[in-house]
């Protein structure tokens, strides 16, 4: 088991040494400072509220905003979950907690878009890389099993994931705080959800949200592990899983009237269509059917990959 | 007769319709150094990769020290190092990192291992920069560090002289000299030069369009290298050999008007000398082909592939 550990170290060492993965996270953290200056710029963030006064201050800013919408038909559709918001406060009597580093993190959950295409990067090359590099002789020549090694480099494309998730979480919880300050340590918030407006914890909102993309990001990044070792070709495969995480929505719309529609991986990967409130994409499927369809086409896909790399000659390039 | 490292037991690989390698089998022994030999395209690498586990075999067996490596795999392996074809390492990584890398992936290897390793094949002053950055010399001696290693029983090397400078093909060939003489390695070292391996080399298979057609057995050993094959044609022929024995305690053959032996370099304006003194005429002197070499050529003939 020592040695199992010790591959995924290697693994990770290639990773992380590489120049191209310390730009992804430079590009991430840019972005998220640079959200970080445009919500603060943003005027109708209000950091706290007065412990007598925030009464009159949620009064005073539905005025505004009905002001607003009066002059610009256009606002209506963002104003009015606003003032529905400010009125539930009103209502319950609950003094709002105000904009900090939680509100920050759970409104960077679309980031995570961009942790799906560089972990689809980097599963991408992991093993077309080696093949490429040539290293994949010296790599294969060692009393360790291929399908250990194969293992050990996808675990390593999860925990790459992993990581960049927990980097895009903490800067963003940084970032957050150096601007706004902290809204204490278990924040609550009210928010516009599908079932009417809700008092909700923050830090649960931000596990659901970010949870229920992990699902489409581990989809497509070990469908991209899989292009990556049948076809050794790692422009291939980030093109492919690219392609498929932007048109898959679209796919699923152009064969909706299709009998087996719902069989696409594409239908299966939106968890949330089951919360409450929410209408599933297909009439007829049900949590339970789209997580068996994600494991069967998880399984599909590790198969794949593992038959091929298992029976592969390597024999020139 | 020595222990076996090594056995391939009529070994074929087929690549697609092609019968590449159509049935190999020889022994290496513990100690030795077996050169595999061969024009362009004979089927060397193949073989090797076979050998290396990095090819699945069509028929036949690979034994390393008892162990198949189709039922066996692991144990088999454990006991081989190699290097095939370029040593192609990490360019991102520096020397040192590439060596902890495979030095990761084998229980056991200390960093004083990795050290040995670097100092044996010279490359301590590199061992801070990337690899991306080195000559093909230096890559190839990162190569052979690598399949060093975890003090294999067999020792696998493919072209390994490609791209060294002479002072850099000496240096490996006396080390690899010293690992099986010393170490009791087995090592296999193929090659499309037969003067290059020759010189290193206990004995010689010579593989031809996936067919071993010889394995030769090298009688000079590296003591005895500076020793010539001289020819002479020379009359009296009887008379000529006497004198040298007599003078010089050399046994030379005759074969029609030439005599043949061996001599050291720096004896032959002396022992010419001597001859003439004695009344020998001398029509030509000329260095002879080593047996060997005229043998390959006979076998594979010279510049052929296929
Ligand atoms: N992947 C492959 N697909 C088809 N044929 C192959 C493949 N690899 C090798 N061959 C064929 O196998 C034969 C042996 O090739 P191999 O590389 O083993 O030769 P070699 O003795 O190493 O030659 P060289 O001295 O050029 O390195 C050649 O005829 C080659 O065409
Ligand atoms: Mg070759």
Redesign the interface.
């Known amino acids: 088991m020592?040695?199992f550990f010790?591959?995924i170290?290697?693994e990770l060492?290639?990773i992380y040494?590489?120049?191209a993965t310390w730009v992804m996270y430079t590009i991430l953290a840019v972005v998220i400072i640079g959200a970080g200056i445009i919500v603060n710029t943003a005027d109708d963030i209000k950091v706290s509220y007065g412990e007598d006064t925030w009464r009159a201050e949620l009064q005073e800013e539905n005025e505004q905003l009905t002001t607003e919408m009066e002059g610009e038909e256009f606002l209506e559709s963002i104003n009015s979950p606003l003032i529905e918001r400010n009125n539930y406060y009103l209502e319950n009597d609950i003094q709002p907690a105000g904009y900090g580093a939680w509100n920050f993190v759970m409104e960077n959950s679309m980031l995570l878009s961009l942790v799906s295409l560089f972990t689809i990067i980097v599963a991408a090359g992991i093993v077309a890389n080696e093949f490429r590099?040539?290293?994949i002789?010296?790599l294969?020549?060692?009393?360790?099993?291929r399908t250990r090694i194969l293992a050990s480099k996808y675990i390593s494309v999860l925990l790459f994931a992993l990581f960049t998730l927990l980097f895009v979480l903490i800067w963003s919880w940084i970032i957050g705080a150096i601007f706004f300050g902290i809204e204490g340590w278990n924040p609550y918030t009210v928010l516009n959800k599908s079932s009417g407006v809700e008092y909700v914890s923050i830090i649960s909102e931000i596990i659901s949200d970010y949870g229920y993309q992990l699902v489409n990001l581990i989809m497509m990044a070990t469908f991209a592990f899989m292009v990556s070792s049948v076809f050794r070709n790692s422009a291939l495969a980030v093109g492919t899983s690219i392609f498929l995480m932007m048109a898959g929505k679209s796919i699923v719309a152009f064969f909706s009237d299709r009998a087996w529609a719902k069989y696409i991986l594409f239908a299966n990967t939106d968890l949330s269509q089951y919360t409450n409130g929410n209408e599933p994409l297909i009439e007829g499927m049900s949590l339970s059917f789209s997580i068996t369809v994600l494991l069967v086409y998880f399984v599909l896909f590790l198969a794949a990959s593992w038959g091929v790399f298992k029976?592969r000659?390597?024999?020139g390039h | 007769m020595a222990e076996t490292a090594m056995e391939l037991i009529n070994v074929k690989k087929t690549i697609g319709s092609k019968e590449v390698i159509k049935g190999l089998s020889f022994a290496i022994h513990k100690g030795e150094v077996f050169g595999f030999i061969g024009p362009n395209g004979a089927g060397k690498t193949t073989t090797i990769r076979m050998m290396a586990g990095l090819m699945k075999l069509s028929d036949g067996d690979v034994r390393i020290l008892e162990k198949s490596i189709k039922s066996d795999y692991k144990e088999a392996i454990r006991e081989v190092g190699a290097i095939v074809e370029n040593p192609e390492m990490y360019p991102f990584m520096t020397g040192l990192q590439n060596l902890s890398h495979y030095a990761r992936m084998i229980p056991g290897i200390t960093k004083e291992r990795i050290q040995e390793v670097i100092s044996v094949v010279g490359l301590e002053k590199a061992m801070k920069e990337k690899v991306g950055k080195y000559s093909l010399g230096m890559r190839q001696r990162l190569g052979i560090a690598q399949a060093l290693l975890h003090n294999p029983s067999v020792l696998i090397l493919d072209e390994p002289t490609n791209g060294l400078d002479p002072a850099g093909i000496r240096e490996i060939r006396m080390y690899i000299r010293k690992l099986a003489t010393e170490k009791n390695v087995a090592v296999i070292i193929s090659s499309h030069l037969l003067s290059e391996i020759e010189l290193m080399c206990d004995r010689i298979g010579v593989i031809k369009n996936g067919e071993l057609v010889t394995v030769q057995q090298v009688n000079e050993r590296a003591g005895q290298k500076n020793l010539k094959q001289v020819q002479m044609e020379v009359s009296p022929v009887n008379q000529a050999i006497k004198l040298l024995k007599t003078h010089y305690h050399i046994d030379a053959v005759q074969t029609e008007a030439f005599l043949r032996f061996q001599s050291k370099k720096e004896n032959i304006p002396a022992l010419i000398q001597t001859l003439a003194a004695n009344g020998i005429s001398i029509y030509q002197v000329g260095a002879a082909k080593g047996s060997l070499e005229d043998k390959f050529f006979d076998l594979i003939g010279e510049n052929t592939i296929g």
């Not at chain 1, 294969?140 to 099993?145: F, T, Y």
């Open positions: 020592g040695n010790n591959l170290h290697n060492t290639k040494i590489q120049k590099w040539g290293t002789k010296l294969l020549i060692r009393p360790i099993s029976q000659d390597i024999a």
